[in-house]
Every structure is written in structure tokens, then in C-alpha cells.
């Protein structure tokens, strides 16, 4: 399987032997009543490392599971961090991603509520869980038992801890068969042996890219920039080890929210932080022009603090309304963050334990097992709102609306739609309960966004550092410098990614 990130929470709790912190939530997603319990000191043969559990309630909105058309569901990501503060014969570190154990019987869910729930523990770095059957309906999961396995963090029996909770948003992409390329015979399109027509993917077996001969995938790269490596007479293999789309993945709901970006700041370093962000001075927001003290194209994400010793890491805050008084309601906290770069959005997903999707499973996740239609998006249609939509209601909250959405055309936020808005719009905005895939701007399986508000960033196949790219996770930490630090991903200037803030999952 293969995963997608979005979403985030975060908060912790106290026992014996940590120290507690606080709540937080985001888009549609809440983490509460964190707590460390049932710690165990007598590591063997059963388990080599000692452990404690993470425990909290978890809930999320809308959720679904269904076994016909798409046939897929939502899930959320959740991993934690952790800080050890001095005391009790321990140093005080940075913050950390923390060891969960890898066997999906170690944690559990206590308390249902009526809805029974999978968690899956693909890896080290964080925990899937979904509803286990079909149905539809609200998440109210409580007393969620995540098992942390301090002991291969280095961490001592008596350390204090500090500890967050994040969830993201995610959405299911079954294994199978799709096609890429709308069949239109226009530029920058993937084609079949240079036909124009669709190319199918039927497997992750490599792929001869150009030439044009039976079987090879061609992109019609004419006005590409830069323009692929191959063409009609040159080609190139994408190695089986490239993620094509074919295998499931589970792709982030929604874009990156200015709340999930401001966490991720904040349980950097000062150095990490100075890359990942121009706002560095008290007062200046994320925009990317120097010492910008005043909100640009609706990003309120602002560094509140600046510790005078050079060395402790600065505070940022969600501040839309920019009067000094950080996560308040209309505060912007879940809108999608701008201003980020290829680079940053790498960054996150290592940090998050999540990777960058490629530009075939942005297809998939797109199209899904539909025809294509010439000059479709990614709602399965040509029919796209192009007024624009005046001012939102209740702006910069979690329940911001458009003022006059379409009820029939594709609803996104572009250059046409936004003349009066001027910026990026709430996370999966347009989805309520009266709208249809079309006017929610709905992908085929339920991902928002992926047409209008923010570009989507993928591994390109054009490119010999693209191709070399294999799928590979973060592991929740990045360089001293602040850069991921994965193996084989596109660079640590975002070159060989293409058109923003998603991520992906594969488990072996």
C-alpha cells in the first residue's frame, strides 16, 4: 500500500515518568485528552525495548468507507514527537519523531462508539487507522492505545517528556489499473507510442519512455520546462522501482494547512527553522519577500516570538488578522499554507514520515479507473467556475464559505475565481453536504484540491535524478541544516518535482 499526507493535531499528556502539554486541532481532525500510560521497564525477549502508550481520543468528520464505485475510505496518519526536558539525570534535546512499534496488534482502540476501527502499523514512524467495515458518519474513537517504544529512542525510564500528537487526513487509493494522458493530441501530455491516446499502467513493472515504439510512454513534451530527457527518438527506463500508481496508496485528503506548516516550525530548531521559512524577526509573516510584517495573499503564519540568547527556537503563530494575538477563530489556521517550496513541502513529508507522490499516482489519484476526457479536471470534467467569488464568508475561520459557488461547474480557487480573495481558501472548502464530485471539486476518490487553490508538487519522469527516486519514506527527522535527508528523493532544491503539498505512503 502507499499513503498521502495532510492534516495535523497535536497536544500530550503526563504520567510517572512524563510531563504533559496541550491540545490542538486541525481541519476536521482532533486529537484530545493525551495521556502516557502503562510503562514498562522489563525489556526481553518479547519486547528488547522498553515501552510506554500514547493514549488519546481521536475524531474526524465525514468519514467513509464503501464497497462500490471508487471502493475506497478515509484513514488518518498519525506519529508523534517527543521532548525530553532536563531533570532526572537527562539532557534536554530538540524535539524528536518517536519509535511506535511496527506490530499493528501492539496498539489499540479502547472505546468505538459505535464505529469499529483498523490501525495498521506499516513501519516505525506512525500508525494508519480507519473505520474496519462500510459505513458513513463522524469518527469518535476514544482511549487510543499507541505503543512507543522509548527505550530504542535512548530515552532513560525517568526522563520528563514533552510529547504532540499529530493526525493527518487521509484518503484511500485502491491497487489497479489506470490510464494516463487525456487523449487530447496537444502538448505536455503523456501519450501511447507517441498516438496521442491514453497509456495505460497495468503493473509497476519499468517502462520505456519515448522512442515511440509498441508499449512506450510517450509526454508530447513540447513546450515542457524543462523539457523531459526523452522524446520520439530518444528513450529512457523508468526502473519498476519508481511508484507508478498501479500499486494502492494513501494520498493526503488536503493540501498543507497554515496550522500544519506553523506545527512543524515549531518543533524545529532555530537553524531548521531559518531554512524553512523567511520569517525570522518578531512580527514578520511567511511570505517570501524580506521582513514582510503585514499578511500577503491571506498566509497569517507569523513568528511571534524571537528568543534574545540566538539559540532556543523561535514560536510562530497563526495571526490572519495580524493583531498580535495568535489562534484566535479567524486566525487562518486551516487554510492551505503558500509560500512554501518544493523544498519545504520535502522537508515536511520526511518530518512527517510521509514521501512526495510522483506524477503518475497524481493521475490516478485524479482519474482513478475513469476514462480520460480531453481537457479534464481533476473532478472528471471541462466544466470549471470562472467568476469570480467575491468575498468568503466568515473568512480566515474553519467554517469559511465562498460566497457564490457554482451548483453545476467545478468549484476551485484560481486566478479567475479569486480576483477579490487574493490568496489560497480553506482546506476542502467546497465540499458540503449538497455538492456532487463536480461542485466540490472532488477528485474520483475523495481527495480535495487537486485542480485550483495551490500547485500539487510530484517526482517528475523526466529527469535522471526523477527517475531515481523509489518510493522511499521519511523517518520523521531532516538534516541539522533543516533539508530532508531521504535517499534518491528529487534534491534539495525541489529540482525534478513538478507541478504542492502532498505526500505518500507505500508499505513493503
Not at 484513514?75 to 511496527?102: M, R
Not at 484560481?414 to 458540503?432: D, E, H, N, V
Request: proline share 4%; net charge negative.
Amino acid at each position: 500500500m502507499n499513503l498521502n499526507l495532510y492534516h495535523t493535531v497535536r497536544l500530550l499528556c503526563t504520567s510517572s515518568f512524563m510531563t504533559l502539554l496541550l491540545n490542538v486541532s486541525a481541519n476536521n481532525v482532533q486529537v484530545d485528552n493525551i495521556a502516557i500510560t502503562d510503562q514498562d521497564v522489563s525489556a526481553g525477549v518479547d519486547h528488547p525495548s522498553n515501552f510506554t502508550f500514547i493514549e488519546f481520543d481521536l475524531d474526524w468528520e465525514h468519514s467513509w468507507r464503501v464497497n462500490f464505485g471508487p471502493a475506497n475510505y478515509d484513514a488518518v496518519w498519525v506519529f508523534a514527537k517527543y521532548q525530553i526536558n532536563s531533570g532526572n539525570s537527562c539532557d534536554e534535546t530538540p524535539w524528536l519523531h518517536a519509535t511506535l512499534s511496527n506490530i499493528s496488534s501492539h496498539h489499540s482502540i479502547g472505546i468505538t462508539n459505535g464505529t469499529n476501527g483498523t490501525i495498521l502499523s506499516p513501519d516505525n514512524t506512525g500508525v494508519l487507522m480507519y473505520r474496519s467495515a462500510d459505513g458513513t458518519g463522524d469518527i469518535d474513537w476514544d482511549e487510543v492505545k499507541l505503543r512507543w517504544n522509548y527505550g530504542a529512542d535512548g530515552v532513560g525510564d525517568n526522563c520528563l517528556v514533552t510529547m504532540k500528537v499529530f493526525a493527518v487526513e487521509m484518503v484511500f487509493v485502491p491497487q489497479g489499473a489506470f490510464k494516463v494522458g487525456d487523449g487530447y493530441p496537444g502538448q505536455s501530455r503523456f501519450e501511447s507510442e507517441w498516438t496521442a491516446a491514453p497509456f495505460e499502467i497495468t503493473n509497476e513493472s519499468s517502462i520505456t519512455l519515448g522512442g515511440g515504439g509498441a508499449g512506450s510512454l510517450g509526454n508530447n513534451n513540447a513546450i515542457n520546462f524543462p523539457a523531459d530527457d526523452f522524446n520520439d527518438v530518444t528513450t529512457q527506463t523508468l526502473s519498476a522501482d519508481f511508484p507508478k500508481g498501479y500499486d494502492a496508496f494513501y494520498c493526503m485528503k488536503y493540501e498543507v494547512s497554515q496550522e500544519q506548516y506553523m506545527e512543524f516550525l515549531n518543533t524545529l530548531t532555530r537553524t531548521q527553522q531559518a531554512k524553512r521559512t523567511l520569517a525570522v524577526n518578531a512580527g514578520e509573516f511567511m511570505a517570501k519577500f524580506p521582513n514582510t510584517v503585514a499578511p500577503v495573499n491571506r498566509n497569517g503564519l507569523k513568528c511571534m516570538v524571537v528568543p534574545p540568547d540566538g539559540v532556543t527556537p523561535r514560536t510562530y503563530g497563526c495571526d490572519l488578522n495580524d493583531n498580535d494575538l495568535a489562534g484566535e477563530s479567524v486566525d487562518g489556521q486551516t487554510l492551505a499554507c503558500n509560500f512554501v517550496s518544493a523544498a519545504d513541502i520535502m522537508a515536511y513529508l520526511d518530518w512527517s514520515g510521509l514521501r512526495p507522490m510522483t506524477e503518475l499516482e497524481f493521475e490516478k489519484a485524479c482519474r482513478g479507473v475513469n476514462e480520460p476526457i480531453f481537457l479534464e479536471y481533476a473532478w472528471g470534467s471541462t466544466l470549471i467556475h470562472s467568476t469570480d467569488y467575491g468575498p468568503v464568508i466568515n473568512g480566515g475561520t474553519e467554517g469559511e464559505l465562498p460566497t457564490a459557488p457554482s451548483d453545476t461547474d467545478g468549484n476551485a480557487s484560481y486566478f479567475k475565481t479569486s480576483t477579490t480573495i487574493k490568496g489560497p481558501l480553506r482546506c476542502g472548502i467546497f465540499a458540503t453536504a449538497s455538492t456532487n464530485r463536480v461542485s466540490a471539486g472532488s477528485s474520483y476518490y475523495g481527495i480535495m484540491e487537486l485542480s485550483g487553490n495551490l500547485y500539487e508538487i510530484c517526482v517528475s519522469v523526466g529527469s535522471v535524478a526523477g527517475r531515481s527516486f523509489n518510493g522511499l519514506h521519511g523517518n520523521g527527522k531532516l538534516q541539522s541544516t533543516g533539508n530532508a535527508n531521504v535517499s534518491n528523493w528529487p534534491g534539495l532544491n525541489g529540482n525534478n518535482v513538478l507541478t504542492v503539498a502532498n505526500g505518500t505512503y507505500q508499505e513493503g
